[in-house]
């Protein structure tokens, strides 16, 4: 399933237009992602919790030329799922 599927699975349960599903989805994956770049966690009951993970700088090995690489600190995004999402894939 891809962004498309998911808006027109929006679009069937609200009976809306294909647009405003697209906007709707929109508008939650941006605000996920503000939140995020403001350090900020986003926690959905039932679902689960995205977060930032801050990975420390670091040296890194080449496989190529085994030449030793400094790897930068950053921050990667982070999602736990919640207990309710485990359970129903199982």
């Given at each position: 399933m891809n962004k498309a599927d998911l808006a027109d699975k929006i679009q069937e349960i609200m009976g809306d237009t294909k647009a405003a599903a697209e906007r709707i989805l929109d508008a939650v994956f941006e605000t996920i992602i503000t939140e995020l770049k403001g350090g900020r966690e986003v926690s959905i009951a039932g679902f689960g919790i995205f977060s930032i993970k801050k990975r420390a700088a670091r040296q890194a090995?080449?496989?190529?030329?085994?030449?030793?690489?400094?790897?930068?600190?950053?921050?990667?995004?982070?999602?736990?799922?919640?207990?309710?999402?485990?359970?129903?894939?199982k």
């Open positions: 090995r080449n496989p190529k030329t085994g030449a030793t690489v400094q790897v930068p600190a950053t921050q990667v995004p982070k999602f736990r799922p919640a207990k309710a999402l485990k359970e129903a894939v």
